[in-house]
């Protein structure tokens, strides 16, 4: 009897003193403080040193163990956690980061090591790698970051988002040579449809000068490609249907 009211109090000594652990200040801490002392004490949480994706592992695991927490508080957790508790020294290059006075590739190293550094503190680059924006979107993002932690000073601002509107900007419109098989693919359809199916020209393959003869003959047939048109022809053709390897 006399041990187990000793394992008891000194069980719940252990309890209060992991509670009594002081989490850092920031959105999502009250959430933790909420939701995880329920079942353990914040000493597990504040002695791991973790990525985003590992912490949205544990919060993901801890809600199959039955914590409640909806889509929003998700979020806001494992932001808390990743910027709280991330890996020991991640942020560390991103914070003594200079601005950099140079340009061509050494900004655009500078930026791509801010990037490594002050966003994938807090989350994965994918999720920077994934996007296309314009730079006011960009600056939106990047201020909304700002907003939940992340450290930049004026010039890192300005080399951020070059980097960002150079390497992850809208995509550009159709090139040239695009817009040649677009125009290819548009004659083929109104001019070979108009004697027999496409099946005929998909199921055939053939180098340029084959198709180039082709086209020709088909010319010769009335099929009536006008002149400028036929190396748009030709082009998708060949690009479409090339040579079997």
């Known amino acids: ?35 995880c002392t ?7 949480i504040t002695a791991k040193k973790s990525t985003r994706a590992e912490w949205s592992q544990v919060v993901d695991r801890m809600k199959t163990y039955g914590t409640t927490l909806d889509a929003t508080q998700t979020t806001t957790v494992i932001d808390y956690l990743a910027k709280s508790f991330g890996p020991a020294g991640a942020a560390a290059p991103a914070q003594a980061a200079p601005a950099p006075a140079a340009q061509g590739g050494d900004a655009d190293a500078a930026g791509k090591a801010l990037v490594n550094g002050v966003c994938a503190s807090c989350h994965g680059v994918d999720l920077i790698t994934a996007k296309q924006a314009s730079r006011n979107e960009w600056k939106d993002v990047v201020d909304r970051m700002k907003g939940y932690g992340a450290t930049l000073d004026e010039k890192q601002n300005a080399t951020l988002l070059d980097y960002l509107e150079k390497t992850q900007g809208p995509k550009q419109a159709a090139t040239a040579t695009t817009a040649s098989a677009d125009a290819g693919k548009a004659i083929l359809e109104q001019s070979c449809a108009n004697c027999h199916d496409l099946d005929l020209v998909s199921n055939r393959t053939g180098t340029q000068a084959e198709w180039q003869e082709v086209v020709d003959r088909m010319n010769g047939r009335g099929a009536s490609v006008a002149e400028k048109d036929v190396p748009a022809l030709v082009q998708y053709l060949t690009k479409t249907y090339p040579p079997k390897k």
Do not use: Y
Request: charged share 10%; net charge negative.
């Open 1 to 35: 009897m006399r041990w187990l009211l000793l394992a008891f109090f000194t069980t719940a000594a252990a309890l209060a003193g992991a509670q009594n652990v002081a989490l850092p200040e920031g959105d999502g801490k009250a959430i933790v403080s909420g939701a």
């Open 38 to 44: 329920a079942c353990h004490g914040l000493d597990l």
